[in-house]
């Protein structure tokens, strides 16, 4: 074997241990964004920089966008209806294991409400795998959503809940 093509086979071979390692780290950081999603945005209660903190924003590998109307005011541009968004945002189309994932943490005990029709408040858009409307306690309604979208160039997993403000969103004949 030549000194060229040995050079070409190594740098091959450094190219795809290079794509593998990033394969690994983006699934890595995917993962860490499911989990970090599913542990603190069911959690009511948290101020924007408690959330923050409590998710490792600052540092995480996902972008997060927070808000809770019901403790401090909601962003100007805030969707009409919302009171409380929690997402996340990552590198990659991880749409098959953040449904399996949220579907799991939603089943898992205390059980986040029971599906309902989709609230006039949302609808999907393109890249959305999945968007469901839950009935939760105290007439309480929240949006979950699954989807892909383009970030600078690049797809993104988001993954979201949105807590409706108190009796929008609930089916009109009480079930």
Not at 21 to 36: L, N, R, Y
Not at 92 to 106: E, P, S
Not at 121 to 143: N, Q, S, W
Request: net charge negative; with cysteine.
């Amino acid at each position: 074997m030549s000194a060229i093509t040995r050079s070409s086979a190594t740098l091959l071979a450094g190219i795809a241990l290079f794509g593998a390692a990033s394969a690994a780290v983006a699934q890595g950081s995917a993962h860490t964004a499911i989990d970090t999603f599913n542990t603190w945005c069911f959690k009511a209660g948290q101020t924007e920089a408690q959330a923050r903190a409590n998710m490792g924003a600052e540092t995480a590998p996902f972008a997060l966008t927070f808000w809770d109307d019901s403790l401090e005011p909601r962003p100007d541009d805030a969707p009409q209806g919302v009171e409380r968004r929690c997402e996340v945002a990552f590198d990659g189309d991880h749409r098959t294991a953040a449904i399996k994932a949220l579907r799991v943490q939603m089943a898992t005990p205390p059980v986040f409400g029971t599906k309902i029709p989709l609230p006039d408040t949302h609808t999907a858009d393109d890249g959305t795998a999945l968007i469901e409307g839950r009935e939760l306690l105290r007439g309480r309604v929240a949006v979950v959503q699954v989807g892909t979208r383009a970030a600078q160039g690049r797809v993104q997993t988001y993954m979201g809940v949105d807590r409706l403000y108190a009796g929008l969103g609930l089916p009109e004949d009480g079930s």
